[in-house]
């Protein structure tokens, strides 16, 4: 079975109590935290930035914080959210300049980098910077908010990204942000997607009845890509 990664979208937490939120998912089984940065510039949402970022590492998480910067531009803040703890920084080849050079910096620091694609976005910005990417990060929603509904063409381009990253021989992980939950995400490990984001399907699925409040739904994720 492939080296699947859950990496619940903060996003969808509850934000007066975010180092709980994050303690709880993680508790529950979670590999990593998904940190989405929007700017209202490059997606029309204005969310958080490194100094939530710092505070999470302060406030003791130690998983890989996977920071999705839909920032524009981005060079600047690359940066910042190497200085606050990120352990990726994955941003969108629309939104920087120069990709190599964007790129280059985030892995000159020791930190995994990534390119994400929006649903229109060709996978052929990958061409030449294939040896650069630790991460590609398909979009299957149009980035800027939660709990939109998963684009099925969103499959046959993980399919492709999931055909390059074989040929080339490299250790890059493939995943998936949008729309993922209990019911779909089978398939979409069956496309080729190894790392997870879920946001609203995970915080939604809160029950204060369980010991750890997400237990429940992170479980019945594994247990779909158990039988994927
Ligand atoms: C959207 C963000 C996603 C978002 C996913 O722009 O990049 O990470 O939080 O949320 P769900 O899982 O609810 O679609
Ligand atoms: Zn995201």
Same mark, same amino acid.
Request: charged residues 20%.
């Given at each position: 079975?492939?080296?699947?990664?859950?990496?619940?979208?903060?996003?969808?937490?509850?934000?007066?109590?975010?180092?709980?939120?994050?303690?709880?998912?993680?508790?529950?089984?979670?590999?990593?935290?998904?940190?989405?940065?929007?700017?209202?510039?490059?997606?029309?949402?204005?969310?958080?930035?490194?100094?939530?970022?710092?505070?999470?590492?302060?406030?003791?998480?130690?998983?890989?914080?996977?920071?999705?910067?839909?920032?524009?531009?981005?060079?600047?803040? /690359?940066?910042?959210? $190497? =200085?606050? @703890?990120? #352990?990726?920084?994955?941003?969108?080849?629309? %939104?920087?300049?120069?990709? &190599?050079?964007?790129?280059?910096?985030?892995?000159?620091?020791?930190?995994?980098?990534?390119?994400?694609?929006?649903?229109?976005?060709?996978?052929?910005?990958?061409?030449?910077?294939?040896?650069?990417?630790?991460?590609?990060?398909?979009?299957?929603?149009?980035?800027?908010?939660?709990?939109?509904?998963?684009?099925?063409?969103?499959?046959?381009?993980?399919?492709?990204?999931?055909?390059?990253?074989?040929?080339?021989?490299?250790? /890059?992980?493939?995943? $998936? =942000?949008? @729309?993922? #939950?209990?019911?779909?995400?089978?398939?979409? %490990?069956?496309?080729?997607? &190894?790392?997870?984001?879920?946001?609203?399907?995970?915080?939604?699925?809160?029950?204060?009845?369980?010991?750890?409040?997400?237990?429940?739904?992170?479980?019945?994720?594994?247990?779909?890509?158990?039988?994927?």
């Amino acid at each position: 079975m492939p080296d699947f990664k859950i990496a619940p979208s903060i996003l969808s937490a509850n934000f007066a109590c975010l180092g709980q939120e994050v303690d709880d998912v993680l508790a529950a089984g979670a590999d990593m935290v998904h940190f989405d940065v929007m700017d209202n510039h490059y997606v029309p949402n204005l969310t958080i930035g490194p100094m939530v970022c710092e505070a999470l590492r302060k406030h003791g998480v130690t998983a890989p914080i996977d920071c999705h910067l839909m920032v524009k531009p981005v060079d600047r803040l /690359i940066g910042d959210f $190497i =200085d606050a @703890g990120a #352990g990726y920084v994955t941003f969108h080849p629309e %939104a920087s300049e120069h990709v &190599d050079r964007s790129l280059q910096l985030i892995r000159s620091q020791g930190v995994k980098a990534g390119l994400v694609f929006n649903p229109a976005t060709p996978l052929s910005y990958l061409d030449y910077v294939m040896d650069k990417v630790d991460m590609i990060l398909i979009m299957s929603v149009n980035p800027g908010f939660g709990g939109q509904s998963f684009i099925p063409a969103a499959l046959d381009k993980l399919r492709e990204a999931r055909r390059r990253i074989d040929a080339s021989g490299l250790p /890059i992980r493939l995943e $998936i =942000d949008g @729309g993922v #939950g209990v019911e779909n995400i089978a398939e979409i %490990a069956r496309a080729g997607a &190894d790392t997870f984001v879920s946001g609203s399907a995970i915080f939604k699925a809160r029950n204060p009845e369980e010991a750890n409040r997400y237990d429940g739904v992170i479980q019945r994720l594994r247990g779909e890509l158990a039988g994927a």
